[in-house]
């Protein structure tokens, strides 16, 4: 309600192409009030031919936070009809389009110099001219952590057990051995490398009544400077937020976490360093397509989406979809079949990878596989050497820490070990973690993977570190 002493009022800041109502009534000096005028309603023009873009920013500068971090700065700018964001430029390539004047650019190698640029964009796509560059060195590396000190002294294709702290039966148990470890039928875990952190999230698979049992759920969080985990439990049962197959993944340039709800469309958000059950939000991502009603589908962030903005990617049994850069949207490709059940998904070199699955009572495990470019074209790749799944059995696959290759991994001891370079598989060893269940953890920055590993899902679990 605004108040005006004229025959006449103009309303400002309203939204292009929207309706709105109004209403007018006199008031005298002692406060009585008219009855209302008659409704008059008004629908502001859209959004005319807009051909100028906004003024270039101004300002940019690059400053380094650490051995893996720079953050940017720049002052705002303006537009004849608002400035809708900024695209950012690392090196000639855009990174991200923020809504922001400002961007941290995380998950860089030590003691490396990059340059910038920004560009601001109206809402008709106008964008200006880049800025001036700004460049900045990310600081030389630290002391070398526990998890960084075995990885320099390991060499390629070699195991090796490895001590963590807080790693014991209760981290990866539930309430009880009858609602035991919220690792069974999982396969890998996120590496926070915004935050150097092993992060994992999911809820016992445990028959049990319907409905939540405290500490049937939990994210556990490991700590690279510490070499220690931690826990947060939840009620969750297996049927709410569900376990976590290939249904939870990270953006790791921020360390917000997305899970795709079991047998549901519905996909949790939880920002990083937010904490307890309340966290894990809702209603901040469209519904997946969910085509098959798939329990046990895949959900991966793809950091090339979008032209660089970053984006989710939804995986089942009849294709990939993925999500437009605010996840508010879905688009789907051409059906590529797989199994019906337990599919896999992994990011690598660019892409997205995905298959495996039941198919029938008879042949239960489906070696499909496919990958989806960052574009939205599916493409039908060789099939796995074994058939893959979850942890159940009887492989997983995860991505090589090289950031381009797939490994996959037969779930017990002696199993083989197969890489995958975008064209071929190759038999690279055998597998030296011990039965299954276990998750992995592939960690760039030491070139490593880290398994987490209990032989029934309720012993005593212990960690395992592969350099591929």
Known sequence: MQTTSATSFTDVNLSPGSTYSYTVRARDTANNMSASSAVKQVTTPTVPNDVSPPTIPTSLIATALSSSAIRLT??????????AGYVVRRDGVQIATVSTISFNDSCLASNAAHTYTVAAI???????????SAGATTLAAGAPTALGTLAASM?????????????????LSATSQTVPSFMLFAARGSWDCAHKKLQFAGSSHSPHPYGPIAGAGALITWDDATNQWTKESYSWSSDDE?????H???NPNTGDLYHRNFTSAQVMFRAYGTTGQGSWLLGQVANVPNRANQVASGLEWFPELNSGSGGLVFVDQQ???????????????SPQVSGDYHNWSARAGGFVYWGGGFVNATNNNSTAMYRLSSTGVGTRMPDTPIAAAVNGGPAIVIAHPNGSDLLLVGVNAGDPVFRFDG??????????????????FPVPDYGVVVFLQTADGIGTPKAVVYKP
């Not at 720049?74 to 009809?81: E, L, R, V």
């Not at 569900?242 to 290939?246: N, P, R």
């Not at 064209?423 to 992995?440: E, K, L």
């Open 319 to 333: 294709g990939a979809s993925w999500s437009n850069a605010l996840l508010t949207s879905w688009s789907s490709a």
């Open 242 to 246: 569900g376990h976590s197959y290939y």
């Open 423 to 440: 064209a071929t598989w190759t038999n690279v060893g055998a597998q030296q973690i011990g039965p299954r269940y276990f998750v992995g």
């Open 74 to 83: 720049w002052s705002a700018s303006t537009d004849n009809f608002g400035v």
């Open 248 to 250: 939870v993944t990270i």
């Open 122 to 132: 109206d809402g008709a796509n106008n964008a200006s001219a880049e800025t001036a």
């Open 155 to 171: 060499a390629p294709g070699t195991w090796s057990p490895f001590t963590m702290g807080g790693l014991n039966t209760a981290l």
